[in-house]
């Protein structure tokens, strides 16, 4: 059964940096491997609805970003070591949110509802 599992969440002053991973097992049906789908980054910020922050698709091109985040964060995947990443930087304490992994077959979709695969999710608090 697939399965994602993200880790790296924590405290981070306004300005800094943080790096989540997101370790994917588990995608081993005969053409239905990794990298066949489309790795997202989704966030939850308290008393909001999820939002779609980053997508890589199999080949790792072309990516897509979030207005409120491009410019400062940057998905990358491996497929061969079954990872993606998110890279944040001069974090704001509006990115302050639980990061949640996602996989979908094929075609990138910013919908919560078209995600085959999700996450428990890491949570990201910036404040000082």
């Known amino acids: 059964q697939p399965q994602l599992v993200e880790s790296g969440g924590g405290l981070v002053q306004p300005g800094g940096s943080l790096t989540l991973s997101c370790a994917a097992s588990g995608f081993t049906a005969p053409g239905l491997t990794l990298g066949v789908y489309t790795l997202s980054w989704f966030r939850q910020a308290p008393g909001k609805e999820r939002e779609a922050v980053s997508c890589?698709?199999?080949?790792?091109?072309?990516?897509n970003y979030a207005d409120s985040v491009r410019g400062r964060f940057t998905i990358s995947r491996d497929n061969d070591k079954n990872m993606v990443y998110l890279q944040m930087n001069s974090l704001k304490p509006e990115d302050t949110a639980v990061y949640y992994c996602?996989?979908?077959?094929?075609?990138?979709?910013?919908?919560?509802?078209?995600?085959?695969?999700w996450g428990e999710g890491t949570l990201v608090t910036v404040s000082s």
């Open positions: 996602a996989a979908r077959f094929l075609r990138r979709s910013n919908y919560v509802r078209d995600q085959n695969y």
């Open positions: 890589t698709t199999g080949g790792g091109i072309p990516t």
